[in-house]
């Protein structure tokens, strides 16, 4: 397979994850859960944009977010996994967000701002192309903003679910602009 498939696969996961954190449909009421488990098989996938796009100063210090945004989306999904093993126990999930609230060394890296870092990278990996794909480089760098506002501020899952989906759109067609951004 190709770099180009791996991010397509990626975005792929990313965006189910998504469609189902926002609660469009009714809940599978599974043991699986199949959201954390999408966004982080998704998160994975997307590290390989950091080898779709040409090696500038500016993709570098882009590669290096999205890193950590993966890795802090990883910590997150665990985190959420653990929680959900509580099952009803609302009592226990309380005291685990309530310990995690409280420990800055987890709180801040892995939930309040480490897996921003993954949508900040991506962004800035399609700002390198602002001059020529214009529309699309907003498309992610708008659509990042609005996946972190309408989570954030609105807590309105369908707002973020279609900020993702422009996103997603957004880098969709930068990976498969009719040029070659890198060896694929």
Request: hydrophobic share 55%; with cysteine; net charge positive.
């Amino acid at each position: 397979m190709k770099t180009k498939h791996f991010c397509t696969i990626g975005l792929l996961f990313f965006l189910a994850s998504y469609l189902l954190f926002s609660n469009i449909f009714p809940s599978f009421n599974t043991s699986i859960d199949f959201a954390h488990w999408f966004n982080l098989i998704g998160a994975c996938f997307l590290l390989s944009f950091n080898d779709a796009f040409p090696k500038t100063k500016i993709n570098k210090v882009a590669s290096v977010l999205t890193t950590l945004g993966v890795i802090a989306h990883i910590g997150l999904c665990t985190i959420d996994f653990i929680m959900s093993s509580y099952g009803n126990n609302e009592i226990a999930k309380d005291g685990l967000s309530q310990q995690i609230s409280n420990s800055p060394l987890i709180f801040y890296p892995f939930v309040a701002v480490g897996p921003s870092l993954l949508f900040l990278g991506l962004a800035l990996h399609a700002f390198a192309f602002i001059k020529t794909e214009t529309v699309k480089s907003l498309m992610v760098i708008v659509g990042s903003v609005a996946v972190g506002f309408s989570f954030f501020v609105l807590k309105n899952g369908v707002c973020m679910f279609l900020s993702c989906l422009v996103f997603v759109i957004g880098l969709g067609l930068l990976l498969y602009v009719p040029r070659p951004l890198s060896k694929f």
